[in-house]
Structures are given as structure tokens and as C-alpha cells.
């Protein structure tokens, strides 16, 4: 299994608090990526990070903001939880690989309640 | 845009079935197509994968070929067991550099002895 951490991996917090999410990977991977899973929704791309200090928005990043200052980490910041960020949010890393990437190897997810 | 769509579930079989779980994608170019599988409570795994038109990506008995003139990318098992149930995601990558996987919505499969 591709070595990836998340924490925590369950948290409830209440609305308008500040939840900070780690994702921790010692593959060495130059991308990491933030998932969030709802019934009916699949998997949708929050933020992405390219390298450190290299990140990017995806399709639900409104309410999100990310940051990288290290290869092995990537941190998924709530700055004002609300309810409908209740899901659970997985991290993915991958690596280059010839003209191409590796596929995406996820973590074990962080259910996440806001109450 | 690019979008994967895949069939509604659940999808309930008695072992020993015959699986298929449609997919089909809307993409710019050509891009790379995924089947990732994840078991209760748990996270992804990838199941197989393409990388181009033609190509047939397998494992554990699954299989899956990548048509480019139907834009599809089925998943099928000729004999299901009941360690298959889970949630199967097809998804795709495309092309350029660096962009994320975009999945589809998941289909649950629910498989009894």
C-alpha cells in the first residue's frame, strides 16, 4: 500500500469553527490531491497541489483553502465549517511517469461532521 | 468539459452472476480511463486501468476495454462473489499534465450466496 496518512480520521466540530485536515505521504510524490465523497456526488476534486508551494483549485473549492510547504504534506484548511461540508474527504497522491502521471493512490478518508 | 457517467446503482447479484457496470466518458483528446473499487469503509483501490484506445485493462478477474468510438469504458466479471461488493468509480485523466482524476458517480454492487 502506497504510504499515505490522513488525519484525523473522524472529527465533528461545530459550525463556524476552523478544521484543518492533514494528508502526510512518504512516496515522495510530486502530486497530491483533495476528494470529497457525498452520496449521488462520487468523488469531487477540491484543491490539487503540483509541488510545494504549487497548488490549484478544482470543481468544489469554494469554503476550501489549501497549502503544501513541504513534499509530504498538503493541508486542507475549513476556515468556517458549515454543514454542508460534512463528508468524507480523501487525499490522493501521484508521480510522474514518463509523458504521463502514475495512477492516484488514495488515503483511508476523514469523515468530517459539522454539527 | 470532461465527464465520466456510469450506471445508477445499487446493482444486486447472486454469486456466480455475470456483471456488467456501464461507463462512458466525454473528454478532449484522449485521455487515460480508471477503474477504482473501494470495499466498506475504506479508501480507493485501483481495479484496472487504459491508456488508449483498444487497450484492455484486467485484474482480479474483472476486465474492462477502452472504445474509443463509443466513448466507453464497461466493467465486467464473468462470475461475481460476494467479497466483490463495494462501490466501483470509473474515472478518467485527461491528457494534459498534472489535472486530477475526474470520477463518476459510483455504482454500488451488492452481490448474496
Not at chain 1, 11 to 34: A, I, S
Not at chain 2, 96 to 112: E, P, W
Amino acid at each position: 500500500d502506497a504510504g499515505i496518512t490522513q488525519s484525523p480520521r473522524h472529527k465533528v466540530t461545530e459550525t463556524g469553527t476552523p478544521v484543518t485536515l492533514r494528508c502526510h505521504q512518504t512516496e515522495n510524490h510530486r502530486y497530491m490531491y483533495w476528494y470529497r465523497q457525498d452520496p449521488g456526488h462520487g468523488l469531487r476534486l477540491i484543491h490539487y497541489s503540483y509541488g510545494v508551494k504549487d497548488t490549484d483549485k478544482g470543481e468544489v473549492s469554494d469554503g476550501y483553502s489549501v497549502s503544501r510547504s513541504k513534499t509530504e504534506d498538503f493541508l486542507l484548511t475549513l476556515e468556517s465549517a458549515t454543514s454542508s461540508q460534512t463528508s468524507v474527504y480523501f487525499c490522493a497522491i501521484s508521480e510522474s511517469k514518463g509523458q504521463g502521471l502514475t495512477e492516484a493512490f488514495f488515503g483511508q478518508g476523514t469523515r468530517l461532521t459539522v454539527v | 468539459g470532461n465527464s465520466v457517467t456510469q450506471m445508477e446503482g445499487p446493482v444486486t447479484l447472486s454469486e456466480e452472476a455475470f456483471l456488467t457496470i456501464n461507463c462512458t466518458y466525454t473528454a478532449t483528446g484522449y485521455p487515460s480511463l480508471f477503474w477504482y473499487v473501494q470495499y466498506p469503509g475504506e479508501g480507493l483501490q485501483l481495479l484496472l486501468k487504459a491508456t488508449k484506445a483498444d487497450d484492455k485493462g484486467s485484474n482480479k478477474g474483472f476486465e474492462a476495454t477502452y472504445r474509443k468510438e463509443t466513448t466507453s469504458f464497461h466493467l465486467e466479471k464473468g462470475s461475481v462473489q460476494v467479497s466483490d461488493s463495494a462501490v466501483y468509480f470509473c474515472a478518467l485523466r485527461p491528457r494534459q499534465a498534472g489535472t486530477a482524476l475526474i470520477f463518476g458517480k459510483g455504482t454500488t454492487l451488492s452481490v448474496s450466496s
